[in-house]
Nanobody, 126 residues
Framework: QVQLVESGGGLVQPGGSLRLSCAAS????????IGWFRQAPGKEREGVSC????????YYADSVKGRFTSSKDNAKNMVYLQMNSLKPEDTAVYYC???????????????????WGQGTQVTVSS
């Protein structure tokens, strides 16, 4: 059974940090790029970042560039999103998703991804 499970969300104060994890089962991450998306209440799901299949390339939305870092451990079948200097506008449900490949032009396109996790809530508030 193909499955992606996110964890690591929670409540954090502005300026704080969180690390999200995405665990894959039923398939091998070696063959997939992994994207991170987020969806705030009343807003559309937006692309945050993507890390390529062999973790050689990463792509980030301008809103998180310099603050978020995606990494991939193919041996553990895990992907991580380190989020620093968090802002209230980062509050959202965060999803990881697996696709064949990602690039600077397609990383935020939902249709490029085949498998999705159930999401983890991140709340940035004082």
């Amino acid at each position: 059974q193909v499955q992606l499970v996110e964890s690591g969300g929670g409540l954090v104060q502005p300026g704080g940090s969180l690390r999200l994890s995405c665990a894959a089962s039923g398939f091998t991450l070696d063959y997939y790029a992994i994207g991170w998306f987020r969806q705030a209440p009343g807003k559309e799901r937006e692309g945050v970042s993507c890390i390529s299949r062999l973790a050689g390339s990463t792509y980030y939305a301008d809103s998180v560039k310099g603050r978020f870092t995606s990494s991939k451990d193919n041996a553990k079948n895990m992907v991580y999103l380190q989020m620093n200097s968090l802002k209230p506008e980062d509050t959202a449900v965060y999803y990881c998703a697996a696709g064949v490949f990602c690039s600077g032009s397609n990383y935020a396109t939902l249709d490029e991804y085949d498998y999705w996790g159930q999401g983890t809530q991140v709340t940035v508030s004082s």
